[in-house]
């Protein structure tokens, strides 16, 4: 049968392939702008037919209407990333987190640790052999389609073609639904003056020919304003936002220097606007992997020059990094930091960034603390961080002493909280600050 044929068998409207989902079914639905909207609104306007369904996420986008009050006796939330609608739930006992570095995630299917019944995507239309694209998220979406018992694919002709390993066959969907929807967007946060002081601290410690990893929010689209007089720079990241295309467009971003993957951009998702999903569409210069391999510290590790540049919550005297609690309350997730602080610290010359403002709550709190808060988690440990920036300065904590480690990072406190830190060093370590 050609695959034009075995399409069209396969064809359904969302409110019927939504009743292949059953009442106690794991459901894993695509990541970030990759949801596939249409399906997940047909799904939760079926809850009725459903009792205790999973609904496995990580960062949602859309509405996440499933995790809302009210829908507990249909669908229960597990996300391994909290996002701003389903903290809510899992703070409420609604839902569930289930901590994992983000590498892993497709193994934790594999193994079946976690097992899918359902996988929800959302794909491009088919090339002429009848493959679609997983377009702006391969992450774990496409290691879900590749270990669910049934795949049902939102087909979407708005979905950008991108390439590398992206790729579905038709002959792997079970139930295809056709839409046509522009693709989630992710404005550009806002950048501030401290932000902008942060950005130019860490492009300072960024040299010529490197591999950038880049998270997202205001602190790594402050860092691309500061890349503009650096050459040959390239990434390796597992996301990206519409900064970067400039930085290409502007010839600073070659991708000559790397070492894997030589001029190509590496990534397992993206995150932006309309700008960034028409320029990789049909765009050799990109390839998306699954998070599996563009995570993996062993990959990582092979770019020559790899820089990570995070974000945290908290850092204490030790240097022990918070990234995802506020005390024992979730609020999102350890994400790939870890993966690429670990894949870096093992990189030749590779160095890793926790770039965070010095104050929280409008300059109420210090995010350099003595300690974590009480039932905060330890996202990345003292042992693995290297660099701490804040708008007042650059940290290197690798290979210094406890105190050093301490100094240092009063040193890139905000002035309001050196008195108070100062304090609890002199206590703490029986010594003149």
């Known amino acids: 049968m050609k695959w034009q044929e075995s399409y069209k068998n396969k064809l359904v409207k969302a409110e019927e392939a939504v009743t292949y989902i059953k009442s106690g079914n794991r459901v894993v639905v695509g990541h970030a702008a990759g949801e596939p909207l249409v399906l997940i609104k047909a799904m939760v306007d079926n809850k009725e037919n459903y009792r205790d369904v999973e609904i496995v996420n990580m960062v949602v986008l859309g509405k996440g209407e499933y995790s809302k009050p009210g829908m507990e006796k249909y669908f229960h939330n597990n996300s391994i990333f909290a996002s701003a609608c389903t903290r809510e739930a899992i703070e409420s006992g609604r839902g569930d987190f289930t901590p994992c ?68 066959h038709i002959s792997d969907i079970d139930f295809i639904v056709e839409t046509s929807h522009p693709i989630i967007e992710h404005k550009p946060t806002k950048i501030g003056e401290v932000e902008k002081k942060i950005g130019e601290n860490c492009a300072f410690l960024i040299e010529d020919g490197s591999t950038l990893q880049l998270g997202i929010g205001a602190i790594p689209e402050a860092v691309l304003l500061f890349l503009k007089d650096k050459k040959d720079l390239g990434i390796h990241s597992e996301m990206i936002s519409d900064g970067v295309v400039e930085l290409v467009e502007a010839g600073v971003i070659t991708n000559k220097m790397k070492t894997l993957h030589p001029g190509k951009i590496v990534v397992s998702f993206l995150m932006g606007t309309k700008r960034l999903y028409d320029f990789v569409n049909n765009n050799p210069l990109f390839e998306m992997y699954p998070v599996s391999y563009v995570n993996n510290p062993i990959i990582i590790m092979k770019n020559y020059k790899m820089v990570s540049i995070n974000s945290c919550v908290q850092v204490d005297l030790m240097g022990q990094v918070c990234s995802e609690c506020i005390g024992p309350k979730q609020i999102s997730g350890v994400g790939g930091q870890v993966d690429f602080v670990r894949g870096v610290n093992m990189s030749e010359d590779g160095i890793s960034i926790i770039a965070i403002s010095s104050t929280a709550s409008k300059g109420k709190i210090s995010k350099i603390v003595p300690l974590l808060d009480e039932g905060a988690a330890v996202t990345t440990s003292r042992n693995d961080v290297d660099y701490i920036v804040t708008e007042y300065g650059i940290a290197h904590l690798k290979g210094k002493t406890i105190r050093e480690r301490a100094r240092a990072l009063i040193n890139v406190a905000h002035p309001n909280f050196r008195e108070g830190l100062i304090e609890e060093f002199i206590n703490r370590f029986n010594c003149p600050f």
């Open 101 to 168: 570095f983000f590498y892993e995630v497709p193994k934790l299917f594999r193994k079946g640790y976690i097992p899918i019944d359902v996988a929800l995507v959302q794909v491009s239309s088919p090339d002429e052999h009848g493959y679609c694209s997983f377009g702006v998220s391969n992450d774990y979406t496409k290691p879900a389609a590749e270990y669910a018992k049934i795949v049902i694919a939102e087909v979407n002709d708005k979905m950008p073609r991108t390439m590398g390993d992206s790729f579905i």
